[in-house]
């Protein structure tokens, strides 16, 4: 570290444009997503996805099988995730790949996964040790912080691993 520089407020004058455009932003997508769960609650009544698709102005496209882990072009990773907590013939919406459009989806086939390979196994196997050593140094972290009364400007943490923007925002 070479040099510390104190926590100052920035003004409102200095804010005020970055502030709108945010709000702006969350006020989009927020009408996106009630958008979105008005042509789910529509084909959840009986229409059809041509239909849907047709005055949202997009188009059908039908994927080939996926597993759980698979990238897809026309589906985000977050669409993925939700259609692996579906029932079939249910539909959803999640945000598109890239985040500035959603997408409405329904599960329309589940198939019962096959005998994994050898080089699946040891995946499913390094994930699955992964995932404990995080939790147990979660788990370890937090006792932690506990016992000796620490807290954390999380907002600060994400802008130094570069979760959040780095301008303040």
Do not use: C
């Amino acid at each position: 570290v070479l040099k510390v520089t104190a926590a100052e407020q920035r003004t409102f004058k200095d804010v005020k444009d970055d502030a709108k455009k945010i709000w702006l932003e969350k006020k989009e997508r927020e009408a996106l997503a009630n958008l979105a769960q008005d042509y789910v609650k529509k084909l959840e009544d009986g229409a059809a996805f041509d239909e849907i698709a047709k005055e949202a102005g997009g188009e059908v496209k039908v994927t080939l099988p996926f597993k759980r882990n698979d990238s897809l072009p026309d589906l985000s990773s977050a669409a993925v995730n939700r259609a692996f907590t579906m029932a079939k013939d249910v539909a959803a919406s999640a945000p598109a790949t890239g985040g500035q459009s959603r997408v409405i989806f329904e599960v329309t086939d589940i198939v019962a996964p096959g005998k994994p390979t050898d080089d699946e196994k040891k995946q499913m196997e390094q994930l699955l040790l992964q995932g404990l050593y995080t939790d147990v140094i979660q788990q370890y972290v937090l006792a932690l912080r506990n016992r000796l009364d620490v807290t954390t400007n999380q907002s600060h943490i994400d802008r130094t691993v570069g979760i959040a923007d780095q301008s303040g925002g």
